[in-house]
Every structure is written in structure tokens, then in C-alpha cells.
Nanobody, 124 residues
């Protein structure tokens, strides 16, 4: 049973930083892509960043490029999202997700495994 557990959310002022973590368990993730999505109130869930677990490929939404960095620690089976220069529009619930990687990465409905989410609030 795959489990993804996020942590690290909170309240931060605009311009500040937060680091999210996602502890993954239940299977080996070789061949998988691990990703962060977010969902703001009244909006659809959107792709933020992804990393191929057994490779070096990373992907970012245009809105976070240059500000967010995704990484993983294979030994700890943990995914991270370092968020810098945060803006009020980054306010959302952030979810960790996983799927077998076949080249596609940004459609939320293609991910079978999800964490429960962690709230990030950026005040202006």
C-alpha cells in the first residue's frame, strides 16, 4: 500500500521561504515520477514540479520556475519542495503525488497515489 505523507506547510510572509517534505512508503519508486501539485480555493488542482525518481529529470510549472526547487533523497524515500520568494498567489493546499513515468507528468488525473495535502499560506 503506497503512502505519501506531506509536512512542512505553514504561514509565511511574501518573499519568505518554506520547504515541504513528502515521506513515501509502500513500494520501490524506481521508474516513477514524484510530483507536487497544488489547489487553491475555487481552482483546479495544478502541477507545480516533478522529478523522475531514478533519474535526474525535473519539471516545473512556468509560474514557479526560478523560485521552487524539487529534489528527492532516495535513501530516505523522501521528496522535497524548496519554495523561495513566495507570493500570495502561491497560497494553496500542496499535494505530493506519484505515478509510473511514461513521459507524461502534468495531468493530475494520471496520478493514482496522493498524499493528504499540506496548507501553505502566503500573506502580503
Amino acid at each position: 500500500q503506497v503512502q505519501l505523507v506531506e509536512s512542512g506547510g505553514g504561514l509565511v510572509q511574501a518573499g519568505g521561504s518554506l520547504r515541504l517534505s513528502c515521506a513515501a512508503s509502500g513500494r520501490t519508486f524506481s521508474g516513477y515520477i514524484m510530483a507536487w501539485f497544488r489547489q487553491a480555493p475555487g481552482k483546479e488542482r495544478e502541477f507545480v514540479a516533478g522529478v523522475v525518481w531514478s533519474g535526474s529529470s525535473t519539471f516545473y510549472a512556468d509560474s514557479v520556475k526560478g523560485r521552487f526547487t524539487i529534489s528527492r533523497d532516495n535513501a530516505k524515500n523522501t521528496l522535497y519542495l524548496q519554495m523561495n520568494s513566495l507570493k500570495p498567489e502561491d497560497t494553496a493546499v500542496y499535494f505530493c503525488a506519484a505515478r509510473y513515468y511514461d513521459g507524461s507528468y502534468y495531468r493530475s488525473n494520471e496520478y493514482p497515489y496522493w498524499g493528504q495535502g499540506t496548507q501553505v499560506t502566503v500573506s502580503s
